[in-house]
């Protein structure tokens, strides 16, 4: 007998939030820096990126790294604003399907993200709740909502599901990973957690939770 799903966590960037990473990569090409894909992409980050996303520098060491990097003088908000570029909104039918979700499943969440980008997509949330009747504190919908940089770990490491699966109480048998990156899927599988990929212009809305 199939053990039944009680607890699903979500990923967020390109499953409850549209992202679209070519507008960073561009948006950092007309600030002048050259191959940006070095840097980062969906799939991969530099060290420094990945410090950032495990919390291990502030923002203001972050954009002073770049900086010197790239050899360009550049604000701090011209950095914001090009890394944030790739955040672009929360579908209102997609939060009002995960609001109902909730009384059907113990719902939660795992970013890999960082304080620029958390600060940029709860502006961009809070934004959008009204229009659509609901709180507008966007870890509401969630018992715990689990971020990389507070967290101190990153997907897809094991240990990372791991450490979210600890400090929420959660049996992997009977809790679902969903996540648009197929690496992070593996990390998942490792960890003992059932999963479901995301692919293909699939949506969390018809996977038929």
Not at 25 to 41: I, P, S
Not at 111 to 140: E, M, R, V
Not at 199 to 204: E, I, K, P, Q
């Given at each position: 007998m199939v053990t039944p799903v009680k607890n699903i966590i979500f990923d967020l960037g390109g499953v409850l939030i549209n992202l679209n990473?070519?507008?960073?990569?561009?948006?950092?090409?007309?600030?002048?820096?050259?191959?940006?894909?070095?840097?980062y992409t969906q799939h991969k980050a530099n060290p420094l990126f990945e410090?950032?996303?495990?919390?291990?520098?502030?923002?203001?060491?972050?954009?002073?790294?770049?900086?010197?990097?790239?050899?360009?003088?550049?604000?701090?908000?011209q950095l914001e604003t090009a890394w944030n570029a790739m955040l672009l909104d929360f579908p209102i039918e997609r939060l009002l399907w995960l609001d109902q979700i909730k009384s059907k499943y113990n719902i939660y969440l795992f970013s890999n993200t960082?304080?620029?980008?958390?600060?940029?997509?709860?502006?961009?949330?809070?934004?959008?709740?009204?229009?659509?009747?609901?709180?507008?504190?966007?870890n509401h919908f969630f018992i715990d909502a689990h971020y990389s940089h507070t967290l101190g770990q990153r997907k897809p490491e094991v240990a990372a599901?791991?450490?979210?699966?600890?400090k929420s109480g959660l049996d992997p048998t009977q809790t679902l990973f969903i996540d648009d990156t197929i690496s992070n899927i593996e990390g998942a599988q490792?960890?003992?957690?059932?999963?479901?990929?995301?692919?293909?212009?699939?949506t969390v809305q018809n996977v038929g939770l």
């Amino acid at each position: 007998m199939v053990t039944p799903v009680k607890n699903i966590i979500f990923d967020l960037g390109g499953v409850l939030i549209n992202l679209n990473y070519q507008l960073t990569r561009k948006a950092f090409e007309d600030l002048g820096v050259e191959d940006f894909d070095a840097f980062y992409t969906q799939h991969k980050a530099n060290p420094l990126f990945e410090n950032l996303e495990v919390g291990a520098i502030e923002p203001e060491t972050f954009y002073e790294a770049l900086r010197e990097a790239t050899g360009l003088t550049l604000s701090n908000d011209q950095l914001e604003t090009a890394w944030n570029a790739m955040l672009l909104d929360f579908p209102i039918e997609r939060l009002l399907w995960l609001d109902q979700i909730k009384s059907k499943y113990n719902i939660y969440l795992f970013s890999n993200t960082n304080a620029i980008h958390y600060k940029a997509f709860t502006t961009i949330y809070a934004q959008t709740a009204p229009l659509a009747g609901l709180n507008p504190d966007f870890n509401h919908f969630f018992i715990d909502a689990h971020y990389s940089h507070t967290l101190g770990q990153r997907k897809p490491e094991v240990a990372a599901f791991e450490a979210v699966l600890a400090k929420s109480g959660l049996d992997p048998t009977q809790t679902l990973f969903i996540d648009d990156t197929i690496s992070n899927i593996e990390g998942a599988q490792k960890a003992g957690l059932r999963t479901l990929y995301l692919s293909g212009g699939l949506t969390v809305q018809n996977v038929g939770l």
